[in-house]
């Protein structure tokens, strides 16, 4: 180790140029062949299903809003609302959207994006290696193995921005760099002897830039990265016992939280005005035993991946995960044989080379002391599993650590290869013998990495995906632009309870991913008011149902038969006897749409309605005694379904949260009125003439909030009373 | 040297003294910690699950001079152990000294359970000197690891794990073989460093050399083959752990010779091991194995794995609220539970110690540090130990048996504490130097003794001795009476059928694996059906016969030769009502009902008379 070359005797741009012109080369061909695109059209999506739904739907909302935040196309009759579940993807969005100067199709830009992601890979990897000064034919042969390591395919387009983990090379380069003592982006002026910031040079601008990008990357990539950066300072700083290490490590792990913050911060702003999600259920609110159930564990990482080509190797695989209790995201964590050996490689390497003296030793030792702290604490019932009983961890699949584990192991193992080709090279034989090692290796490794266990059967997928195109495409020309549908059952967006018979958790975007000009009731984000609304709605008769969607301007009720038990036979009868009309069905016969157009015009002589909107809570009930806290503001719709004006009386009484004289604001078009209210209540009575459709009164009160449950509850409306003239 | 005049060595004196404080301490912290005061040492302290199995092995031993075989029990053929193998045989002998003075399965179990604190901090004290540590660390380190929840939580029912005396002298062998000091003698550096100008002495000193004789090779022997006879588990993670140090010997070394030392070690536990199991191994070649008994399947690897987080989380029932609340917190909602076994905090800290080494720089020709050789074995160990770790590929590929890695806790604790007590002695020896500054010192070890041993015990240290008490009192009571209406050597057929061993609650409501040992445990003259060996003969023909309708099932017993029949009432849904009302009805007889209306006792001698009396008519008629 000790004698072994470290650095290329002829480094040329021409020669650095070939090695990523044939990296590219051979990942195409191995892009091509694995994941057998001959079979694809590009404009079908790979994946159509379960989480590859919510991919495509963000990737929709992108293209045809230019954000992916908000889309009014769904959550009917208000808009889809991202803030609540910040996914922090900025990085991959701004290159789906650099992706639509070419294509404004939504599954052309995630293939894309997906296939572009093995390509991005293997080269930041390259980038990666050949600056750990490994040989090029070595670096180029573990970059290809990265990109198809068991987690990418396994990913596939459901976790796209997960499998786009081409930012994970460079900051393990970043890692390295830290780790290693080097002297960058804070160094000593050695004119005054203080530290001072250094940006001129490349190492330094360049971390920077890729702690700030990853700093937008899928939120568990940021949270490693951050993890690996802290675990590399305090290494280089326990050797050397440097204050400039420690301050570098600051700097990179503090521009890594500013991106990552940064990122956040449309969610927070939101937070600060609508308050945290209320509802208990809603995804974003993880306990505390996830981290065990998708903790890593060492065995996952060994055992070969899925559908292997050795019988031993996938009776060995198949064996483990018939009968394991603790299967977390399984095979993603699979590093493959060569990935396995450098694992094994650098758990050695973690006690046994921390005498070294020699650069590449040391690096070994960094390597391994990573990459043991990063079992340690990810592991099953690890120290992560303890941060988060304490409340401090804030990773829940802490398996997904298996990508940095899977990159220090390749850059192990291609470090080792590296020994033993640089020491043969110099012979003329040697160096043709070790050409062809490297490029069996390539082939066996990458035989051993991949499968078709987790290629979708695409002829299953076109027909699905061009069913419903069909579909959505009848039901567009049958009703006017910009109508609203709502889509039954009821599935909450977002929510751990989101999943009916045979029906997936996303699968109601299908119809917005085939649509042009309509809006979708489902998107509405879970625990807010239009979800709430939602519920409201598909918990009536069916017969109220009608008219309440009608009274809330729908134009069409969309059945997705699967989340029936007895395939939406009883709905459907209903609604054809109610509105004397036969659905549109979909070509595979999973899906059906009901026309409301009819059904509106004889709709004219249902009552008044009232829906609570953003910013009041729950209702709670004492007796006969009902009532909802309001924050400072709140919103309340009433909903006139007849085609006239209607005189309607509003009663209810109002008291603050907290005791002291306030005013209440009520606003609305018709009347503008401050009441002052406080903690033993006022009544207000107001008769008013209602519009058709609906009219929105606004609520804005003085009194100081009282915090509790997540809930800042300023006034209360008690014992709400709506009555109309008929 | 002795000094004119002195009667023992200086060193041994003090030793001796220190000894006779670290007892002193343990005795007065197992009283205190365990309540003993309210405990009768001829009662069972735990007198249900496991420990019954135990406490009936001990009773075996008594009576029938070993454990393997006992007629008393899995009437009508009698027990056998071969199929349930135990290589426990140095706590057994131990236990048949002890037995030697006090003739009593309980009170020996018991007094060998509670002779194990003392032991522990014994040999761990013995270790500790070993390497050269000061007194008032070694002391602390040494009741400390005595008083770790671990020892309580296998407590009586697993005895066997609760000797864990030999992991410390394990360990040492263990850092021994690690820093080449067995067999292979390596120079004292990580690598082999030239003799510099101290001429021929030194190059001898530092050159590399076997040495089979040696006083430390015989210990090491010794350990080994003492450690093979008192349990699978500790063997078994000894082997791994002395293949590791001997890897890292021959890594560090840059040599094979090295692994050399590990190797014949692990062969010497291996031939121990086996050795133990002689018995069973030879009583499969002649009836084949079972396939029945012990089986594990690899899964349970992951289940009964060690979990990290459990290293350091707080004791059930710790005496600080918060933590208390956090322990039943993390009990109540994880779904990967598992045992407790607690580092303690200064564990704890001994734990992170060690980790916070491992980025640690050291120099090629600096002396290997002690605390790098506890790193190296804790990494190793944790890696095998935790949750699909290297044990689930060990199970997965190779062997199911063992599956109770979180038992690796032992080993971890002991370097853990190791490492403290290490840190602990350099600091005395650095700072504490003269008599004013030993007292602050000592007033800080016995700060950190009181501290850690209330942190590391809580109410699941002792039992309801008097409740206790009271049960085992009432079925001495019952079996006595029953015993007073049978002949000696009579059998008596206990029911529900169970199999023995390990079928948890399967098929018997309530009532747990070896609760029918109960009967026996207070019987001197009566022979039990309870304890027949799972799919073995006599167990099949058990099986069998509760099949039958119940007029069969009394005949066919009376036939064979059973005089009574035990019913235990927690093994039934109905608490045994209808079985009951049949038998009664069948023997026009009531039955004999302990005081606790648990169990009952149905007498066959009238029946078997009527049998015997109808199957003479049946001959005299013919």
Partial sequence: ?726 | MLDRGEIMPRKAFKFFVAGAIALALCAFSMVKVMKLDGADLKVPLIYGVDALLVETLAKGMIEKGWYWENDAIGAPGGFQMFDFPLADNLHLAVMKLIALAIPDGAAVCNIYYLLTFPLITLSCLCVFRAFQIAYGPAILGSLLFSFLPYHFQRSEAHLFLSGYYLVPPMVMVILWVSRGQVFWHAPRCGVVSRPRHNGVAEEEQQRPRFELLSRRALVSVGICLLVSSAGIYYAFFACYLLLVAGMASCITQRKIQPLAPALVLIAILFVGVYANLYPSYAFWRTHGKNPTVAVRAFQESEVYALKIAQLFLPVSGHRLGYLKDLESRYQQQTSLLNTNDYLGVVGCCGFLLLLARLPRRRSRSAKPSLLDDLLVLTMAAILLATIGGFSSMFSLLVNTSLRCYYRMTIYVAFCALFAVVFRLDRLARRYVRTWQARIPGYAFLAGLLVLGILDQTAGFCYFDYASTKVEYLQDRAFVRALEQTLPPGALVFQLPYKPFPETGFAGTHHLYDYELFRAYLHSKSLRWSYGAMRNREVDRWQGAVVQKPLPQLVETLALAGFSGIYIDRNGFADAGAALEAGLSSLLGSKPLVSENRRLAFFNLTAYRQLLRNRSAGFSGGS
């Avoid at chain 1, 949260?657 to 306030?662: E, I, K, L, Q, T």
């Fill in chain 1, 1 to 726: 180790v000790e004698t072994a070359k470290l650095s290329d005797p002829n480094p040329s741009w021409r020669t650095e140029i070939l090695t990523y012109g044939l990296t590219l080369l051979l990942t195409g061909v191995a892009v091509f062949f694995l994941l057998r695109l001959g079979q694809t059209d590009w404009r079908i999506p790979f994946s159509y299903e379960h989480d590859s739904f919510l991919t495509l739907a963000w990737t929709k909302t992108l293209l045809d809003n230019g954000c992916w935040l908000t889309n009014p196309y769904l959550g009917a009759p208000g808009q889809l609302e991202m803030y609540d579940y910040p996914t922090n993807c900025d990085l991959h969005f701004l290159a789906l959207k650099g992706l639509s100067l070419f294509t404004s199709d939504p599954a052309v830009s995630v293939n894309l994006y997906f296939l572009l992601s093995f390509y991005l890979v293997a080269l930041t990897a390259l980038t990666a290696l050949r600056s750990m000064k490994l040989a090029r034919g070595v670096a180029v042969v573990s970059s290809i193995l990265y990109a198809f390591l068991p987690y990418h395919v396994w990913r596939g387009e459901p976790h796209l921005f997960l499998a786009a983990y081409y930012m994970v090379p460079l900051i393990c380069m970043v890692v390295v760099c830290l780790g290693s003592s080097t002297s960058f982006l804070l160094v000593r002026n050695e004119a005054t002897g203080r530290l001072q910031l250094e940006l001129r040079s490349l190492r330094s601008v360049g971390s920077v830039l890729i702690c700030a990008a990853i700093g937008w990357d899928f939120p568990y990539y940021p949270m490693f990265a951050g993890f690996f950066l802290l675990v590399a300072g305090l290494y280089a700083w326990a050797r050397h016992a440097a204050a400039g290490t420690l301050g570098r490590t600051m700097l990179l792990v503090g521009v890594t939280v500013a991106g990552f913050v940064g990122n956040l911060s449309p969610s927070l702003v939101y937070w600060w005005r609508n308050g945290p999600n209320p509802s208990p259920l809603h995804m974003a609110k993880r306990s505390w035993t996830d981290g065990e159930a998708f903790g890593l564990t060492v065995t996952q990482l060994l055992l070969p991946g899925p559908g292997h080509r050795l019988p031993w190797f996938k009776s060995l695989h198949d064996k483990y995960y018939a009968a394991s209790k603790l299967i977390s995201e399984g095979d993603a964590m699979a590093l493959g044989t060569i990935g396995s050996l450098g694992f094994l490689l650098l758990i050695g390497c973690s006690v046994y080379c921390h005498r070294s003296a020699s650069e590449r030793g040391q690096r070994f030792h960094l390597l391994g002391v990573l990459t043991v702290c990063a079992v340690l604490v990810c592991t099953a019932g690890g120290f992560g599993t303890a941060f988060n009983l304490l409340g401090l961890g804030m990773v829940r699949c802490y398996n997904r650590v298996s990508i940095f584990i899977g990159f220090l192991a390749l850059a192990a193992i291609g470090s080792a290869m590296d020994i033993l080709y640089r020491r043969y090279a110099a012979y003329r034989c040697g160096r043709w013998i070790g050409g062809a090692g490297l490029a069996a290796l390539l082939v066996l490794g990458l035989a051993d990495q991949t499968s078709c266990t987790y290629l979708t059967p695409f002829a299953a997928v076109k027909e699905a995906y061009q069913s419903d195109a069909d579909f959505v495409a009848r039901i567009e020309a049958s009703v006017p632009k910009n109508t609203m549908v709502f889509q039954m059952p009821y599935v909450a967006f977002l929510s751990y309870v989101n999943a009916y018979h045979r029906m997936q958790p996303y699968d109601h975007f299908r119809g917005y991913l085939h649509s042009h000009k309509l809006h979708w009731s489902f998107g509405a984000m879970h625990g807010r008011s239009i979800d709430d609304l939602h519920a409201q709605v598909a918990s009536l008769p069916v017969e109220s149902m009608l008219c309440a969607l009608a009274s809330l301007d729908f134009g069409g009720i969309y059945i997705d038969r699967a989340g029936y038990a007895d395939n939406g036979q009883e709905l459907e009868s209903k609604l054809r006897g109610l509105l004397g009309t036969q659905p549109l069905i979909s070509r595979n016969g999973r899906l059906s749409f009901f026309d409301l157009a009819g059904f509106k015009q004889r709709l004219i002589y249902s009552p008044p309605w009232a829906h609570w909107g953003p910013g009041f809570y729950v209702e709670e009930t004492a007796g006969s005694y009902h009532w909802r806290w309001c924050g400072k503001e709140g919103l309340l719709y009433l909903m006139n379904p007849s085609d006239h004006p209607r005189q309607v009386r509003l009663r209810f009484l109002v008291r603050t949260c907290r005791s002291g004289a306030a005013t209440l604001r009520i606003t609305c078009p018709a009347f503008s009125e401050w009441l002052p209210v406080d903690a033993s209540g006022s009544a207000f009575t107001k008769t008013l003439e209602l519009p058709p459709g609906r009219f929105t009164i606004r609520f804005d009160c003085t009194a100081a909030p009282f915090v509790e449950g997540g809930r800042s509850m300023v006034f209360g409306v008690f014992n709400f009373q709506l009555e109309s003239d008929s």
